[in-house]
């Protein structure tokens, strides 16, 4: 292999790993959408609060003289969940419920100053520093010729392939085959009828609330440990890049999500490898309004049909 074709190989490994953890945090804008129609502008702050959880498990247990990094990196992992589906609960309960008979754009409003107040409240908490973890999961393999180009495959990365392929086959199984996912998939194509059948649609609503929070909790622990920092800030750069995601693959469509997602970070990676960096934003979002002028429900978004 050539150098040119090194290079290309390495960039669509990290595109790969941010694009993976991207739509994890996307499951939850998309799920939220394709059931309440809405966007849960709250989401990234979701994220963020749940690597800093991840950071404050991590650093305790190394500071009680824990040292087996598996069971330090499953308790960090399930404190995570539980807390961050706390917060997506009560995102759900507090931003959501008491307005959802209203116009669209009041509970839209209300999210936003949810994901506001949720980033001021972890500024107060724990300062407007970056607050970095020394790498936990270092070590990798090598390919190519050194005297070329060395293409390197991190540990970390493959732990983020492998951690975002166990959620995306665990949530599609749950979500096509569990009575909860079943009501989902019911409120998602009817709310009234599916009350009208006996389905408690606010229990499935605050469910798929939980759900997403949980998911972008384990972004949130996984993106922590690859970039081995994190401040208050993180969530609203990556909630918009995972917005992005959710309406390129199709928003209401999970594996629209997951499409975006890699798509998305595929495209940064490259873009930042062969041009400034200050432009991968730019071409993103540049190709997101390239699709969406030919696709404008998404990549593998079903268009919405007028109900009479």
Excluded at 167 to 193: K, P
Excluded at 282 to 293: D, E, K, N, R
Aim: aromatic fraction near 10%; charge should be neutral; proline fraction near 4%.
């Amino acid at each position: 292999m050539t150098e040119a074709s090194l290079y290309l190989f390495q960039q669509l490994i990290n595109g790969l790993t941010i694009g993976s953890t991207y739509a994890l945090i996307a499951i939850g804008y998309t799920m939220v959408y394709g059931i309440i129609g809405m966007i849960n502008f709250a989401h990234g702050e979701i994220y963020m609060i749940g690597s800093y959880i991840s950071f404050i498990v991590i650093a305790g247990l190394l500071g009680m003289g824990m040292v087996a990094l598996p069971v330090i990196l499953l308790i960090a992992l399930i404190v995570a969940v539980l807390i961050a589906s706390t917060y997506g609960w009560t995102v759900e309960r507090v931003a959501y419920r008491p307005l959802r008979g209203s116009n669209r754009l009041i509970p839209l409003i209300s999210a936003i100053g949810m994901s506001i107040f949720l980033q001021n409240y972890v500024v107060l908490a724990q300062g407007a520093r970056d607050i970095a973890l020394p790498p936990q999961i270092s070590g990798g393999w090598t390919f190519g010729d050194p005297q070329l180009f060395e293409v390197s495959l991190s540990y970390m990365q493959l732990i983020i392939w492998a951690a975002t392929f166990v959620c995306m086959t665990a949530l599609t199984l749950f979500i096509s085959r569990s009575r909860i996912g079943r009501a989902c998939r019911a409120c998602a194509e009817d709310r009234g009828m599916t009350n009208l059948l006996g389905i408690d649609t606010n229990r499935t609503i605050a469910m798929t609330f939980i759900i997403g929070a949980a998911l972008a909790a384990v972004a949130g622990l996984l993106l922590g440990l690859y970039y081995g920092v994190v401040n208050p800030f993180v969530g609203f750069i990556a909630g918009l890049k995972a917005f992005t995601a959710a309406v390129l693959g199709g928003i209401g469509s999970i594996p629209g999500a997951m499409l975006g997602g890699l798509i998305l970070g595929v495209t940064e990676a490259l873009t930042s490898a062969y041009f400034p960096s200050e432009y991968k934003d730019v071409v993103s979002f540049g190709l997101l309004v390239l699709i969406l002028l030919f696709r404008p429900s998404g990549l593998l978004g079903k268009p919405e049909v007028e109900k009479v």
